[in-house]
């Protein structure tokens, strides 16, 4: 199992910004996935799911501002973030959980700027 996050970057406060979470190694379509984010400093936090039937979950500090979505066909996992606010800057992760056992991508870097 491969989950290759890309699309993150620097941005300024209210900007938008699409990450991307590419997947391999499993059957993807069968499976939740979701994002997880770190800021600095701190732990992880649930961001985002979204289960293979299409139905959806966020945070509450996202609600309105994020969107989750996948691909089945590409295997890859999107977030689209508008709206961004500073405290939005973190590492943000994708992760699936296949047999009971947790896989994480390596992460893309979000930041924006206030």
């Known amino acids: 199992v491969q989950l290759q996050a890309s699309g993150g970057g620097l941005v300024q406060f209210g900007g938008s910004l699409r990450v991307s979470c590419a997947a391999t190694?499993?059957?993807?379509?069968?499976?939740?996935m979701s994002w997880v984010r770190q800021a600095p400093g701190k732990e992880r936090n649930f961001v985002a799911a979204?289960?293979?039937?299409?139905?959806?979950k966020y945070v509450d500090s996202v609600k309105g501002r994020f969107t989750i979505s996948r691909d089945n066909a590409k295997n890859t996992v999107y977030l689209q973030m508008n709206s961004l606010k500073p405290e939005d800057t973190a590492v943000y992760f994708c992760?699936?959980?296949?047999?009971?056992?947790?896989?994480w991508g390596q992460g893309t870097q979000v930041t924006v700027s206030s």
């Open positions: 979204i289960s293979a039937g299409g139905g959806t």
């Open positions: 190694g499993f059957t993807f379509s069968d499976y939740y």
């Open positions: 992760n699936a959980v296949i047999n009971f056992r947790s896989f």
